[in-house]
């Protein structure tokens, strides 16, 4: 790979997320998600901005809904897992489990025991 071409821990779960709703959500969602699965608080703004990176660097579109039917409703702009964000995020995936296959728990295991 490329350089500059990894994700980073945080691109990660915001894919992983979206994949996980359906491949395609709007940033109150994935940050409700990511919250619900990890424990993990995050910045609405945080979501925001990983989403934008994400689209410019061509692993997601967006698209904006209709206005909600409310009085000063706005549309939600959902975004959608492409198909190189689909090879990208499988490809950080392999990555992780090539990495942790090799003694990777007999390693830990040594580590927590002080040896």
Not at 25 to 54: F, H, K, M, P
């Amino acid at each position: 790979m490329a350089k500059g071409s990894y994700l980073g821990e945080f691109e990660q779960l915001v894919l992983i997320t979206l994949v996980r709703l359906g491949g395609d959500g709007y940033g109150a969602q994935v940050r409700r998600e990511i919250i619900a699965s990890t424990g993990r608080d995050v910045a609405l703004g945080s979501v925001y901005a990983t989403l934008d990176r994400l689209e410019t660097k061509g692993y997601l579109r967006s698209r904006k809904s209709e206005p909600l039917p409310v009085p000063g409703g706005r549309g939600r702009r959902s975004f959608v897992v492409t198909p190189a964000g689909q090879r990208r995020l499988s490809d950080a995936l392999g990555l992780l489990q090539k990495l942790t296959d090799h003694d990777f728990e007999s390693a830990m295991a040594a580590l927590e025991s002080g040896s």
